[in-house]
């Protein structure tokens, strides 16, 4: 990181800014066409004995699913807490924000418990209420992956 002095070491901030997020950009490398292709989605956050993992869910076919059927590496950004900071000179101007990044494994997720947690993680970090029911139809119907982190970088400019 460049801005050693933005750099966000502590781990209760790290998870704090992951909750104020609604969106998570995946990256993916599509190797057949020779391309980057990022997806927004929405999200559900776990942090167990720092073992972060982030959930999604979607339809169960499109490009996002058969790339994660081709690779389990991905990168993923997210940021909040934006605010314009004003200057007298257009080049004085400047942003207050919070971001993290980084790298983890995807993987479809099988288990029916498993996937029910998964929309619990999404539908909180969304709503705020967990204990969600999802009918078995439901959970047959949506591809619910996950990323297992890696490697994480976190910065603010207040």
């Known amino acids: 990181m460049r801005r050693k002095d933005r750099e966000v070491l502590d781990e209760i901030k790290i998870d704090e800014f992951i909750r104020n997020c609604d969106c998570c950009r995946i990256g993916f490398y599509d190797k057949e066409n020779d391309e980057v ?4 989605l929405n999200f559900g956050y776990s942090n167990v004995d720092n073992k972060r993992v982030f959930y999604f ?7 996002k699913i058969d790339l994660i059927s081709k ?7 997210m940021d909040t807490n934006h605010e314009l900071i004003v200057g007298k000179m257009a080049c ?27 929309l619990n993680e999404i539908m909180f970090q969304s709503t ?12 047959n ?18």
Not at 37 to 40: A, G, M, R, S, T
Not at 57 to 62: R, S, Y
Not at 71 to 77: E, P
Not at 92 to 116: C, D, H, P, T
Request: glycine share 8%; charged share 30%; proline share 4%.
């Open 37 to 40: 292709y990022i997806v927004p």
């Open 57 to 63: 869910h979607g339809a169960k076919e499109g490009r």
């Open 71 to 77: 690779s389990t590496k991905v990168t993923f950004q």
């Open 92 to 118: 004085n101007y400047s942003e207050r924000y919070q971001s993290v990044m980084g790298k983890g494994l995807i993987s479809f997720v099988e288990n029916k418990e498993e996937k029910a947690m998964a």
């Open 128 to 139: 705020g209420k967990k204990d969600w029911d999802f009918p078995e139809p439901m959970l």
């Open 141 to 158: 119907g949506v591809a619910v992956f996950k990323i297992e982190v890696t490697s994480l970088s976190a910065k603010e400019r207040l």
